[in-house]
């Protein structure tokens, strides 16, 4: 088996205009790399919601990144404040990875 290391996974659900303002904010970290993914549906204490493909008004991205924990640390200090005013969600865990200083 491949050798492997730890790091942390990023995952920032967030309305899709914000997503601009978060890569800036991970880039900002030190971050470059990371992944946009489209999110369909989905639900919480507010209800179920889905995307409307139409206008776009609901529509909601993953953002994805896998890094160091102190860039990891330092992405979580910036969007801290966001995620209340915005509504976001930052989930952040442990992860193996193969080729770890790529990371």
């Known amino acids: 088996m491949a050798t492997t ?4 996974r990023l995952e920032i ?10 890569v800036a904010e991970l880039r900002a970290s030190g971050i470059q790399g990371w992944s946009v993914l489209h999110v369909t549906a989905g639900g919480g204490r507010q209800g179920e919601w889905q995307d409307d493909e139409l206008t ?7 953002v994805l990144a896998i890094t160091s924990a102190e860039k990891a ?4 200090a910036a ?5 209340d005013s915005y509504g976001m969600i930052l989930a952040i865990g442990d992860v193996e990875v193969v080729r770890g200083e790529r990371f």
């Open 5 to 8: 290391v730890v790091r942390k």
């Open 13 to 22: 659900l967030a309305d899709a205009p914000l997503v601009g303002k978060i």
């Open 56 to 62: 776009g008004a609901t529509a909601k991205q993953i």
């Open 73 to 76: 640390a330092a992405a979580a």
């Open 79 to 83: 969007l801290g404040p966001l995620l």
